[in-house]
């Protein structure tokens, strides 16, 4: 697990850091020729490093979370030759409220966990790529819908909208490659270009499942809901262990919806890994019939696909409809069994 960062104090933080994490790329911090460190000298490292925590002071006002994620090693990071993370901390040359705030938005590094573990295990099968070297963060930055940091290092840094290559290894061995844009910020007027994707996650802040319902066409115009889904939703109270991990599983579900324009639909990157169900199941006509839910149309379907929560073994199954683009999801609830009792 790559990367980590500060687990939420409370139930609400959780919910603001589902729409609106910052993750550090650390490719910005290398030479992307020798890998050695970007800066020359301390004193360039100072005016990047400057320039950073400009960066996120900024993201902070515009609502998002008290700590950013970073590598675990992070910590320890060489900034230029001869002069590390630690020694920038405790430099009497640099700002010290620049340093004080840098710390205690790094203070921690606990590994992802919790409601993040499905990220982690699909961030095993993938990798993100610029400039063809490999990036944990930028992979993580991807997988959780974030906006990725980074220091002015580079040209290539120099956007809003960083472009890479996205490698994924299926289940059965399968490697796919795609070109994908992840959300990038290396200066403060760059988060002027994610101010409706900001304001679109703060809206999305919703206590219960009455009010993601009644939110869910503006919210998440790809999905189309049908089957068991809409009582189950309404039925939630917002207590549930769960209930943020079904609003992140949509978010994502519509974000990669709203991506898919060509080719198989991206199952692996919803939480879960999503999946499809085994052999055992297709061939079991009982355990078949208890995945089949209605359409909007009213069409009987088998919906196989499924995001998971192993946590509290909650599972969300869905269907996704290369003829019309959208992501049909029909139930919530208890994993299904597999098995005959």
Known sequence: RPISGNSPNSQDSVRQMFMLEIVVNELSFRDL???CSAAPDVYIARVWMSQLTGTIRTARQMGFGTTIRTEK???ELELSPGYSLPQ???DPAVNRDERLFFSSITAKFPHLDGVL???AQTAELAEVRVAELSSAGLLAALLLDAVAVSWPSHGIWGTHLLAAEFHELSF????MQREVEIRHASGPEHWAQHRAWIEQGQRALLTNGE?????SRELFPYLEF???AEAEIRALTGNERYYDWVVRCFTLA???CSRWTAGLFPHLLLPGPATGESNSVHQDPRLRELRVFRMVSGQPRMFEHHMKNNAENKRIHYFADDARRKVCIAYLGDHLPTARY
């Open 73 to 75: 090693g992070f910590a």
């Open 172 to 175: 059965d061995g399968e490697l």
């Open 33 to 35: 020729n020798s890998r």
């Open 88 to 90: 920038w901390r405790n």
């Open 254 to 256: 519509n974000l990669q």
């Open 117 to 119: 573990d499905e990220i």
């Open 226 to 228: 049908c089957g068991n």
């Open 211 to 215: 009010e993601l319902w009644a939110k």
